[in-house]
C-alpha cells in the first residue's frame, strides 16, 4: 500500500530502478488529498480522532441520538425564511457526540439534489473544520450530521460573555484558521459559503477555531444565503442575489471586525472609522491596550481590502492565509488555555485493538513500530548515502557551479542533521531539492523524519512517499510512510506499510545471498 502522490520535479532526472522492481503501489483507501499535498494546515490531524467516511443515516438512527429530537437537546435555530434547528446528539454504536441540523420539510423537496449536495460537502475533510459526516433523506426529512462542536461559537465568546474576553493571539488565531478552512474549501472546489459569520465559527474539545461545515449548504434549495441583516450582506448579493467566492471574501471582512472590535459594527461604519484613522475607537475596550498596534493594524488593512464595494478588488483566500502567517503568537499555548475554559474530556469511542505487523521487522523496522525517531535518526545517520547508489546518472556538464552548490547545500544539511538542529536541515535539504538536477531518496527520507521532529506529520508523509518515487522499492521509504500515518491517526495504513517494508527487506536480503 505504497503511495507515489505526485511526479517528480520538471527538470529532474528519470529515477533508475533497481533489478526486480515492484510496480508502484497504490496509495492508502483513507489518505485524502490535502493530506498528500501536505498543507500546513492538516498537521494537527482533525482533533486527534479521524473523522469516520461520509454515510446516509437513518431517521431512526438520529431519532435516537437526540432523544427524539428533543427541545432541551437544540443547540441553535436560524433562519425566517427557511427555518432550520441544530440538535446535539450522540450515536448509540460508536458514542460519538454529532450535530444534526434538521431542515423544514418544504426546504430540499427534490431527495436527489439534496443528497448530492450534502456528498459533495462531505467529501472535504479537514482539521479547520467541523466535517460533514453524513446526512439523511427519509420521505420528506432532510438532515445534515457533523461533527459536535463542545465549546460554543465565537459569537457566543466575543458578545456574550460578560466576564471574560478572548485575547489577542486568540483573536489572530481564530482568523488565521477560518482563513485556512476557506482558503483548503477553495482549493478543492467548494469556494462557495453561505452566510459567513461568528455563528459559523466553532471551537471544539481542544478550544481550537473550525469553520462550520453547514455553511457550505443553503438552508433550502431556493432560499436565502444570507441573513435578513442588510447591514453585513455583501453588496453584490443585494444587487443580484447571487453568492460568489469573491461574497464570502467580504463576510470574513465582518468576522475581522468583530474579532478587532469585540462588537456588530456594521462594515460601512467600520470603514468610515477606518478612513478617518480612528483604529483606536475601533479595538475592543476589553483588550484594554493588550495587542500589538502594528498587528492590529495589519488586520485592520485586510478587513478593509476584504470589505471593498468592488467584488475584484477583495483579496482571495492565498492571500488571507500569507498576511495572517506571520500574525500567529504564542503558538505554543493551547486554545483552551487562552480561551480561559477547561480542556473538555469527550467520551471516547470503544478502542478497537491496533492491527499488528505480520512480518519480523528489522532494526529501522522496530524502531518505526515503537515510534522512536530518536532512534530512526540515528540509523538514518549511520546508513548515509548508500542507498542513493543508482538513483542519479549525470554528465559531465552537470557538474556546475550550480551542481556544488547544491552539494554543498545538502552536506550542510548533513551537518544539521547529525547535530539534530531539525529546522535548518529542513532549510538546507529544501535548497538541494528545489534545484532539481539530482534526486535522493536518502534526503526525502531525512527531511521526512525532521518533519517528524517538528511535527509535520503531513510534510513527512509527503516526502516519504517522494522517496518512494525516487526508489520505489526502498524499504525505508515504506519505513518513514508507516511512522507518518501513525502520527495521522491512521494505524491500519500504517501497519500495512510496516509489512510492506519487511517483505522488501526480506527481498532484498534474499537477492544479495549469493
Known amino acids: 500500500m505504497g503511495c507515489c502522490g505526485s511526479s517528480l520535479r520538471a527538470g529532474t532526472h528519470p529515477a533508475k530502478k533497481p533489478p526486480g522492481a515492484l510496480p508502484p503501489r497504490r496509495p492508502p483507501a483513507t489518505l485524502n488529498h490535502h493530506q498528500a499535498t501536505g498543507s500546513s494546515a492538516a498537521r494537527a490531524g482533525t482533533a486527534g480522532r479521524q473523522v469516520p467516511p461520509m454515510k446516509e443515516f437513518s431517521l431512526a438512527e438520529l431519532r435516537a441520538a437526540t432523544g427524539g429530537f428533543a427541545a432541551e437537546n437544540i443547540v441553535s435555530e436560524s433562519g425566517e425564511k427557511a427555518p432550520n434547528f441544530v440538535y446535539k446528539g450522540r450515536l448509540e454504536a460508536s458514542r460519538r457526540a454529532i450535530a444534526v441540523k434538521k431542515f423544514t420539510k418544504v426546504a430540499w423537496p427534490d431527495a436527489k439534489q439534496f443528497a448530492e449536495e450534502a456528498k459533495g460537502a462531505g467529501k472535504l475533510r479537514h482539521c479547520r473544520m467541523a466535517n460533514l459526516i453524513g446526512y439523511c433523506c427519509d420521505g420528506d426529512e432532510r438532515l445534515l450530521v457533523a461533527e459536535f462542536m463542545p465549546n460554543d461559537t465565537l459569537a457566543k465568546h466575543l458578545f456574550h460573555w460578560e466576564n471574560q474576553t478572548i485575547e489577542w493571539a486568540m483573536r489572530l488565531r481564530v482568523a488565521y484558521y477560518i482563513a485556512e478552512a476557506l482558503e483548503y474549501c477553495s482549493t478543492e472546489g467548494r469556494p462557495l459559503y453561505h452566510d459567513l459569520n461568528a455563528y459559523r465559527v466553532l471551537f471544539d474539545e481542544n478550544g481550537d477555531p473550525r469553520l462550520s461545515c453547514f455553511g457550505l449548504m443553503k438552508n433550502s434549495r431556493d432560499g436565502k444565503s444570507y441573513s435578513t441583516n442588510l447591514a453585513y450582506t455583501p453588496p453584490e448579493y443585494l444587487r443580484n442575489g447571487r453568492v460568489t467566492s469573491e461574497s464570502v471574501i467580504y463576510s470574513f471582512g ?241 501497519v500495512d506499510m510496516l509489512n510492506e517494508a519487511s517483505q522488501l527487506e526480506e527481498k532484498r536480503q534474499k537477492n544479495s545471498k549469493p
Open 254 to 494: 465582518t468576522i475581522l471586525l468583530d474579532l478587532l472590535s469585540g462588537k456588530r459594527i456594521p462594515p460601512s461604519r467600520a470603514l468610515e472609522m477606518i478612513k478617518g484613522n480612528n483604529i483606536q475607537v475601533l479595538m475592543d475596550s476589553h483588550l484594554e491596550g493588550n495587542y500589538s498596534t502594528e498587528e492590529a493594524t495589519t488586520l485592520v488593512d485586510l478587513a478593509s481590502q476584504c470589505l471593498q464595494y468592488e467584488p475584484r478588488d477583495r483579496p482571495n483566500t492565498k492571500k488571507l492565509v500569507s498576511v495572517l502567517g506571520p500574525l500567529q503568537i504564542k503558538s505554543e499555548v493551547p486554545s483552551y488555555v487562552m480561551l480561559g475554559i477547561p480542556k473538555h474530556e469527550e467520551e471516547e469511542e470503544p478502542p478497537t485493538p491496533a492491527p499488528q505487523p505480520q512480518h519480523p521487522l528489522s532494526a529501522m523496522g522496530e524502531a518505526c513500530s515503537r515510534m522512536d525517531l530518536t532512534a530512526i535518526h540515528q540509523i538514518l545517520v549511520n546508513t548515509h548515502y548508500r542507498d542513493d547508489e543508482g538513483t542519479n546518472e549525470l554528465s559531465f556538464q552537470e557538474w556546475t557551479q550550480q551542481m556544488r552548490d547544491m552539494l554543498e547545500a545538502r552536506k550542510r544539511g548533513d551537518f544539521a542533521f547529525r547535530d539534530k538542529d531539525f529546522k535548518a536541515a529542513i532549510d538546507c535539504y529544501t535548497q538541494f531539492v528545489d534545484v532539481g538536477t539530482m534526486v535522493s531518496p536518502t534526503v526525502y527520507a531525512r527531511r521526512s523524519l525532521c518533519h517528524l521532529m517538528c511535527d509535520q506529520p503531513d510534510a513527512a508523509l509527503r516526502d516519504a512517499m517522494q522517496a518512494q518515487c525516487v526508489y520505489p522499492d526502498w524499504p525505508t521509504a515504506f519505513y518513514m510512510q508507516a511512522v507518518a500515518l501513525s502520527k495521522l491517526n491512521m494505524q491500519s495504513d500504517a
